[in-house]
């Protein structure tokens, strides 16, 4: 357990989304999926993030609609255990500790206490089986699963590589070239095997689905074809028949609810409809961008989802229409660029598909657009050089993009710079300039300098390279009349120390010097005149990272060599101030604090140091970091401060770290729960989703609407209820579920209790009664001229349906001032 308002290292994004087959919800509004060790609840109309399912402390293989209700849901890990959850609530009902790894899971409507699993087989390796783990019934919340039958040995590790037949009489496994079927009542298995010697091709089975009306299996094969097996009750008496259009391997099957559709994806990135079992009957979705993972179909066949190989989803009609699409973190083959922030969105920015630059929102965790930056058809074969993105560089404001984009030789490689404006208009970034060989040699770093208060005719940026110089490239106005754009970048100055290679380079906070690592000197620079001010050096080894300090910390520059020291050096002394032994693979300051971060890899372990330039001890140590390496790091600015109340971690009030691993998995540094890190704007769609649309709603709700709309062109005060929204015993009754809650008599008095207004929080009701007692003087000093006009009124005005009110003499009044004026606002909250 975590201590309240600990800082812990959780995974905030970036995690596969395709672990396990996604499973849409019984009324097709949620679609569920595995994604890292926890679970996405998605909204199908919106792809936003309702909840986040959080428990398992592994990689979850396998989620299941409980087949005896609906609002719950079973997942699988390979931690060992299989939990039971109320999904719209998001919190876990059951944990069955079964004790190995589990690899798949599945669940029949014909057993009631049981599901199914595939474990390692014990004392065999790479040999898996199909068990049933029988759930145990119990009043506690974690549970033993034990008990468990083996029902199928030799099964494959991958859940397309079973599945269970009509109302689950039997189920199905495939592995290699061999197809077994066991059938439960007669306890029957027959085995199959295709023939190696006689086919052309590699006709391995790859994945396998079942009818849901009749006992026909059809198997997907690596050489692309679909077979549809009948009759398979007798050994010998089966059939089968192909069809076949799939290239190459058929990845993922899936039958409609009516099973009169069969669906099939593979690396062609395009999902085959087939009507009845014809081959000649068929229908096309193409270009869905990436290969299909796996295909799921909604309980009443309206919608369809497919899982990318690029970590995306694609939602899509019954009619083979398009519907949505969420796309996550895309995995590329070697983040290249680094992790860089993009000042309008705050987006991560990484490298993407092959040649483009994604544009990663942390917040939902889905990409928000790709950028195409080399605009060349990427030709998918091995061994073959192409160009990719390898730099990126955002100016101070967002307007300008810096992309550095070479092949893959490494003697003499093609580099291009590229210079991109982003439009208002279009909303997107436009080529400016392109630069062709910028350098002789491989780029080795770039940056903007960043000065907001000059706008952009102060804009410089410096590219270092390889061939032993560094440029500084500024912008010019472009006389060319045929030019589309106004202003163009050109070289302005070349500089170069003792023929060392560049390495590193980056601009002090207020843009008047400029820091180049050659080697292993650190050369600094004025960056009006370009003149040569000082250097820096500690041998051994070459800089690894520089970067200066900021706000109160502008007098120091930091550097880590790959000899392992981090050193800070004193930019008005000229003199080392204090160097540490540590092996930094990552240097990040924070752009709105002193602080920065540092990242160490020592002993297959990695570190993370936050510290001052100015104070030698760190601030902050955080040991074993995660249990990946970690690459890449960048601290992203908060939208508003954070409220840390531990002097400790105050370093992340104003700004997060994120770091991405090797595994790229997006990891952060928080004292909040995921569940807490929900956007306000996805909660409050989780919960007026999971409210029915009745006429009532709708008219309530239309009420409201129109009376607080009333109030304000009346001019009344609006008053808000804060101490209700911060009330932690409000927020808890009103959020936990009601079969968790304990007896309603417990609970009266801490409710009725948390209701109440405090004094001091009551300004607005204390202004109201001022104004009272000022209309209450004015009152009493024309109370004998009304009572004398109420005398003198005719009664025949005052009869009301029949009746006749009374008159209230001066006491009478008096009295019920005295009334009104006694505070009643606690009963509001009611």
């Not at 595939?118 to 068990?131: A, C, M, N, S």
């Not at 590790?157 to 077994?180: C, M, N, P």
């Not at 073959?384 to 730099?391: E, G, P, R, T």
């Not at 790229?664 to 704007?681: A, D, F, G, I, V």
Request: overall charge negative; some cysteine; glycine content about 6%.
């Amino acid at each position: 357990m975590v201590a309240p308002g600990a800082l812990r290292v959780v995974r905030c994004g970036g995690s596969g989304l395709r672990g396990a087959r996604a499973v849409f919800s019984a009324d097709s509004k949620y679609l569920l999926c595995a994604s890292g060790d926890f679970v996405k609840v998605l909204s199908v109309n919106t792809e936003e993030t309702l909840r986040l399912l959080c428990g398992h402390a592994d990689l979850v293989t396998g989620i299941r609609l409980n087949p005896h209700n609906h609002m719950q849901l079973y997942s699988s890990s390979l931690d060992g255990t299989i939990k039971l959850w109320d999904f719209m609530d998001g919190i876990p009902i059951k944990t069955f500790t079964v004790g190995h790894k589990l690899l798949a899971l599945y669940t029949l409507a014909s057993a009631e206490d049981s599901v199914f699993v595939v474990i390692p087989k014990k004392g065999e390796r790479d040999t898996f089986q199909l068990v049933s783990v029988k759930l145990t019934k119990g009043t506690g919340q974690d549970l033993e699963g034990k008990e468990l039958s083996v029902v199928l040995d030799g099964v494959g590790a991958s859940t397309k590589q079973i599945a269970f037949g009509r109302e689950g009489a039997y189920v199905v496994s495939v592995k290699d070239v061999h197809l077994q079927v066991y059938f439960f009542e007669k306890k029957l298995l027959n085995r199959f095997s295709l023939s190696t010697v006689k086919t052309k091709g590699d006709n391995r089975f790859s994945c396998v689905v079942c009818h849901p009306r009749e006992d026909c299996i059809a198997t997907g094969h690596a050489d692309g074809k679909i077979r549809l097996w009948r009759n398979f009750h007798h050994r010998k008496a089966y059939t089968y028949s192909a069809l076949h259009w799939h290239h190459d391997i058929v990845m993922d099957l899936a039958y409609s609810v009516e099973g009169t559709r069969l669906l099939s994806g593979g690396v062609e990135s395009v999902l085959v409809q087939w009507h009845n079992e014809s081959s000649c009957q068929k229908d096309f979705l193409p270009r869905l961008g990436s290969p299909i993972e796996y295909i799921s179909m909604s309980s009443d066949g309206v919608l369809c989802c497919t899982l990318h190989t690029d970590n995306r989803i694609t939602i899509i009609n019954s009619n083979l229409r398009f519907s949505r699409s969420i796309q996550g973190l895309i995995k590329s083959r070697d983040v290249k660029t680094g992790l860089v922030v993009d000042p309008r969105t705050k987006a991560l920015v990484l490298n993407g598909e092959p040649g483009h630059l994604q544009f990663y929102s942390l917040q939902s965790d889905q990409q928000l657009f790709s950028l195409d930056i080399v605009q060349r058809q990427y030709i998918h074969q091995a061994g073959l050089k192409q160009s990719d993105l390898v730099k990126v560089a955002f100016s101070a404001r967002g307007t300008w993009l810096a992309t550095v984009e070479e092949s893959e030789e490494v003697t003499d490689p093609e580099l291009q710079l590229k210079l991109w404006f982003y439009s208002e208009e279009t909303q997107s970034f436009a080529l400016n300039t392109r630069i062709n060989t910028p350098h002789d040699n491989h780029i080795t770093d770039m940056c903007f300098r960043d000065m907001d208060e000059l706008g952009d005719d102060s804009l410089i940026l410096v590219t270092t390279g390889r061939d032993c110089v560094f440029k500084v490239w500024v912008m010019v106005e472009d006389s060319d009349p045929e030019a589309h754009h106004n202003v163009s970048w050109s070289c302005d100055f070349i500089g170069s120390y003792h023929n060392y290679q560049a390495t590193n380079c980056c601009f002090s906070e207020d843009g008047s010097l400029l820091a180049v690592s050659f080697e292993e000197t650190v050369t600094v620079w004025d960056s009006l005149t370009w003149d040569l001010k000082c250097t820096f050096c500690h041998p051994p080894g070459n800089i690894r990272n520089i970067c200066f300090g900021r706000l109160t910390c502008s007098k120091y520059l930091i550097g880590a060599t790959d000899y392992g020291f981090l050193c800070c050096w004193n930019l008005l002394t000229c003199a080392l101030e204090w160097s540490a032994h540590l092996n930094i693979v990552i240097l990040q300051p924070d752009p709105l604090s002193e602080h920065i971060a540092a990242v160490s890899w020592l002993s297959k372990e990695s570190s993370l140091f936050v510290f001052k330039p100015s104070e030698p001890r760190p601030i902050y140590i955080q040991r074993n970091l995660c249990k990946e390496k970690i690459l890449l790091a960048a601290f992203v600015p908060r939208d508003e401060p954070e409220m840390i109340s531990s002097e400790k971690y105050l370093w992340l009030r104003n700004s997060q770290l994120f770091f991405l691993t090797d595994t790229q998995e997006l990891m952060t540094l928080s004292t909040k729960s995921l569940e807490e890190r929900l956007t306000p704007s996805s909660k409050q769609l989780a919960v007026e989703e999971s409210l029915p649309v009745t006429p009532f709603s709708v008219l309530l709700g239309k009420h409201r609407r129109q009376q607080a709309q009333e109030d304000i062109d009346l001019g009344k005060p609006v008053v808000h209820n804060k101490q209700e929204q911060a009330s932690p015993a409000v927020k808890e009754l009103l959020h936990t579920p009601a079969h968790v809650l304990p007896s309603a008599s417990f609970l009266c008095t801490i409710f009725i209790n948390s209701l109440l207004i405090s004094k001091e929080n009551k300004s607005a009701e204390e202004v109201a009664d001022e104004v009272e007692m000022e209309s209450e003087k004015a009152e009493d000093e024309s109370d004998e001229e009304d009572v004398t006009a109420m005398e003198q009124e005719d009664t025949s005005h005052v009869e009301l349906l029949g009746e006749i009110t009374c008159k209230l003499s001066k006491s009478q009044e008096k009295e019920l001032r005295k009334i009104r004026k006694m505070d009643y606002s606690w009963i509001s909250a009611f």
